[in-house]
């Protein structure tokens, strides 16, 4: 029952932008932080952003500091992570999951995630 469900993904231009959704069913969102992950091949995946259950908290890898926003509408039961300036180092899968703390370990199966592609 307990589904996650990314999209907005797709080939970019280096200095682009992607809007990326996580979508969620058979659980309350909204009562656990949000978290976006990636992972490029032959990498580990790496927590990109997390947001607490209230959206009043957040947090971010160094590396996406300053071009990268997290949100969540509560009442769509969806987290959303708004990219900009993008770079070729961006490229990776993007997936999203829950987690009971700040930094937590995802607590959800993993969804299918949505390629983000950044070239010239």
């Known amino acids: 029952q307990v589904q996650l469900v990314e999209s907005g993904g797709g080939l970019v231009q280096p200095g682009g932008s992607l809007r990326l959704s996580c979508a969620a069913s058979g659980f309350t969102f909204s009562n656990y932080v949000g978290s976006w992950y990636r992972q490029a091949p032959g990498k580990e995946r790496e927590l990109v952003a997390d947001?607490?259950?209230?959206?009043?908290?957040?947090n971010y890898a160094d590396s996406v500091k300053g071009r990268f926003t997290i949100s969540r509408d509560s009442r769509k039961n969806t987290v959303y992570l708004q990219m900009n300036s993008l770079k070729s180092e961006d490229t990776a899968m993007y997936y999203c999951?829950?987690?009971?703390?700040?930094?937590?370990?995802?607590?959800?199966?993993w969804g299918q995630g949505t390629q983000v592609t950044v070239s010239s």
């Open positions: 947001i607490g259950p209230t959206g009043s908290g957040t």
């Open positions: 999951n829950a987690a009971r703390h700040y930094y937590g370990d995802p607590i959800q199966p």
